[in-house]
């Protein structure tokens, strides 16, 4: 499925990364411990992120700190042992055109989960960690714009919002103490900001509200992230450009990502995410516009340079780069797992789930080839979602096959057993920890 594909006037970052040879000691004739090994055994040789195993199997860090809830090789999934991680959450999300469902586990302890009275998720979900747990928002039935939120192991009853006719996902971010969303009613897009316990009305324009074309709008969905205080808004435009503005106490003008070209008006909408490389602070990711109608939707990216003001902000590459190997005409997602790196996930043309890790090396984001999440190819039944790991994980993952929904953990490049989700279904699924 991963194939690499170079378009006109563009450029691929890929890493390539070999095997890693762990050795499992240092040899030495001096002494003998009654084992293979002679001389002191000081466990593994760090991994490319610093970690190493000591000889009794606890993982630390570069620094020698341990990693947390990981002091031993057993399964991530066995929550009755030593090792068990009982801190931080992770929440789920899963529904479908008519029904919601939610779970939510501490640690990786036991999922506790069950339907969602009056909810739905025609789209896919936004989820947040927010304040003590996690918000959420959902296009439920009749095109509605449902929230809910989620405290300990309880979900709250969904509230309709906002406005009607939404037309795809939601998007969800939190800038300080303050959740921002950014959904389409009818046509056009529309902000709401969620503070203490409660929403405002979640109706105003993305714009300016001056002058023509200064309310965004004419597509299903948008990226949206956070940069400190700072809340951006990227968009495909009708006319297949890529435009983005920001929102401090009031939108930006929109202004063009240089370079990038789009597949306007269709469900393969730009993902945007923090990213700390080099003079850049944000990357967005879209769809490149096809080159014939039947070819596929090649994923380039674009970078943003902060300044002072709006006029100095720099959008966009000297030319098109591309997220190596990706080739999808559906919707993808997004998300930082660290200052420095970020995920990419999608469903594949071979309805396989596969991601992609961009990291920061000086100014430039380079990209892995995309591979296989959990490690061998799985059927999902839309793109999985990905948040930032719990319990010393580098990342989590969520996917629903067949509308049964399961997650999977990536740590130090090495993949847990899948874990069902209790108490979900559905085929689209979000997922948030904390």
Partial sequence: MARLRIGSGGLFFALLAGPLVVLGGIVACETDNGDTTHGPDIGTLPDAGGRRKLPDGAIVEADGAPVQGDDDDDDDDDDTGPGACTTGLTAVLAGNDTTLSGAVRTGDGAWTGGAIAGGAAKSKPALVAFGAGFLAATRGADDKLQSLTASGTAWSAPAVIGLGLVKGPPSLTVAGTRAHLVYTSDSFFKHGIYEGTSWNAADAPVGTGTGAG?????????????????????????????????????????????????????????????????????????????????????????????????????????????????????????????????????????????????????????????????????????????????????????????????????????????????????????????
Avoid: M
């Avoid at 370079?259 to 990357?283: H, N």
């Avoid at 396989?352 to 959990?374: C, F, K, L, R």
């Fill in 214 to 434: 200064e309310f965004s709008f004419g597509t299903f969905s948008g990226g949206l992230a956070a940069v400190g205080s700072e809340v951006v808004f990227a968009e495909n435009g009708g006319d297949n450009g890529l435009y983005a503005r920001t929102y401090g106490s009031a939108w930006s003008a929109a202004v063009p990502v240089f370079g990038a070209g789009t597949v306007g008006s269709t469900g393969a909408t730009p993902e945007i995410a923090p990213i700390s490389a080099g003079k850049s602070d944000l990357v967005i990711v879209y769809a490149y516009k096809k080159e014939t109608p039947a070819s596929q939707n090649a994923i380039a990216f674009a970078t943003r340079q902060p300044a002072e003001t709006e006029q100095e902000k720099k959008w966009g590459n000297a030319e098109t780069q591309y997220v190596s190997g990706v080739l999808t005409a559906e919707k993808f997602f997004l998300t930082a797992i660290s200052a420095t790196s970020v995920i990419l996930t999608f469903r594949g043309d071979d309805g396989n789930a596969y991601y992609t890790q961009g990291s920061a090396n000086g100014d430039a984001v380079e990209w892995t080839s995309p591979a296989a999440i959990g490690g061998a190819p799985t059927a999902v039944d839309t793109a999985p979602a990905v948040a930032k790991g719990a319990c010393g994980d580098d990342a989590v993952f969520a996917y629903a096959t067949a509308s049964a929904v399961s997650t999977v953990s990536l740590k130090a490049g090495a993949w847990s057993t899948p874990s069902a989700v209790t108490g979900t279904t559905g085929t689209h699924v979000a997922i948030a920890t904390k």
